[in-house]
């Protein structure tokens, strides 16, 4: 077969070029090294993948952050990220089946490089037929530079690969013979020489592949894990942890927010009551209005207190308090008591015919309690 030296995805493009070597290669065995893979990287080369003897995969890895570090290697986290953003639709899900199908075959052996930052991609293909054994002993062909077995990085990024061949083609020779333009009895030469190059290159990087490989920690399980975990697998959930990771993502942005703090409060609130206000604070500061319903006795006038005093003490806004008149001398003194300036109004006075709201026009928070009360007319 005719293997391009260079792999640039722009004139010969690096999924093409591993296909057409998969397509004489059934049976036989490969290895790859790449720093990320992704579902879509499976795809383009499935069908060759599913008619090989024996194929290693080694997945690199590099720094991350702390909360990610001893977890599982950024090609597992890139993965998986993938599955989490990817539309659940018929062909994601049986993409998603058939890796698993294929990662679960003894022929298929997947390992992480965790001695240090691997970042090397390299394709090597071997003439053995394993008969379901790793061992290689002919290597034929490598393909070595910055491609990852990813659908990027075997098809639209600009990268650059070199190809090396233990032995040349017919074509290659009367190509090289032309170009030469030498006798023939010294063109013989030439190519053993090629071809002792490219066997020499092929060796060595079959010796690096292997050192790497001993090295490295068996992640095949794991990954196969990974995969059935996310929304495209076969793993059952019971219903306790769909509710709590129903909460948990209805919740997150609120386990992550930075705790608000002012410059002085008299007002000490119980620790739900704390989370309450940093809820409240977030809803007001996006919609500019917030209901707070907790329970009789989880202290709802407290929480408003609080955010009075956020207001229309330490911003100096005006305020005005809605209640009903049986409130009225609770809110007075409550105010009072952390000199929060503000106008309180009853609910009945709202209710009459003559009532004027200009005065109020200028208000710049309005709390209004026992708001059940305007349900209705």
């Known amino acids: 077969m005719k293997i391009p030296y260079v792999i640039d995805?722009?004139?010969?493009?690096?999924?093409?070029?591993?296909?057409?070597?998969?397509?004489?290669?059934?049976?036989?065995?490969?290895?790859?090294?790449?720093?990320?893979?992704?579902?879509?990287?499976?795809?383009?080369?499935?069908?060759?993948l599913e008619?090989?003897?024996?194929?290693?995969?080694?997945?690199?890895?590099?720094?991350?952050?702390?909360?990610?570090?001893?977890?599982?290697?950024?090609?597992?986290?890139?993965?998986?990220?993938?599955?989490?953003?990817?539309?659940?639709?018929?062909e994601m899900l049986r993409l998603a089946e058939s890796l698993i199908a294929y990662l679960r075959r003894e022929l298929v052996e997947v390992r992480t490089y965790q001695q240090g930052f691997?970042?090397?991609?390299?394709?090597?293909?071997?003439?053995?037929?394993?008969?379901?054994?790793?061992?290689?002993?002919?290597?034929?062909?490598?393909?070595?530079?910055s491609s990852n077995l990813t659908g990027a990085g075997l098809t639209t990024n600009k990268e650059?690969?070199?190809s090396h061949k233990a032995v040349l083609t017919e074509e290659e020779v009367l190509q090289a013979e032309r170009a030469a333009a030498v006798n023939r009895e010294d063109f013989t030469l030439r190519e053993k020489l090629m071809s002792s190059v490219g066997f020499q290159a092929i060796s060595e990087l079959d010796r690096w592949f292997r050192q790497q490989w001993e090295t490295s920690q068996d992640f095949k399980q794991e990954l196969i894990e990974l995969l059935d975990a996310s929304k495209f697998g076969q793993k059952e959930y019971t219903p306790y942890q769909v509710y709590m990771k129903a909460l948990f993502e209805y919740f997150k942005d609120d386990l992550d927010a930075e705790p608000i703090t002012t410059t002085r409060s008299i007002i000490d609130l119980a620790e739900f009551q704390e989370d309450a206000i940093k809820k409240a604070r977030k809803i007001l500061a996006r919609y500019d209005g917030v209901l707070i319903g907790d329970s009789v006795g989880l202290g709802k006038t407290w929480i408003g207190k609080k955010l009075m005093e956020d207001y229309a003490y330490h911003l100096r806004q005006k305020a005005l308090v809605v209640c009903p008149a049986s409130l009225r001398k609770m809110w007075t003194d409550e105010l009072a008591s952390a000199t929060i300036a503000a106008t309180i109004l009853s609910q009945e006075e709202l209710g009459q015919v003559d009532f004027d709201p200009t005065p109020y026009g200028d208000t710049d928070i309005i709390l209004v309690d026992e708001s059940h009360n305007f349900r209705n007319r």
């Open 9 to 48: 995805n722009q004139q010969h493009r690096l999924a093409d070029v591993l296909n057409s070597i998969l397509a004489e290669h059934t049976g036989k065995s490969l290895d790859i090294a790449t720093a990320y893979f992704n579902l879509q990287g499976f795809r383009l080369l499935r069908e060759g």
């Open 51 to 90: 008619q090989l003897g024996s194929f290693r995969l080694l997945l690199g890895d590099e720094p991350g952050d702390g909360a990610s570090l001893g977890i599982k290697p950024a090609a597992a986290q890139q993965l998986v990220s993938e599955l989490n953003t990817a539309p659940y639709d018929e």
């Open 118 to 145: 691997l970042h090397a991609k390299c394709y090597l293909f071997y003439g053995d037929l394993p008969m379901g054994t790793a061992d290689r002993f002919q290597p034929k062909a490598a393909i070595v530079g």
């Open 160 to 162: 650059l690969n070199l």
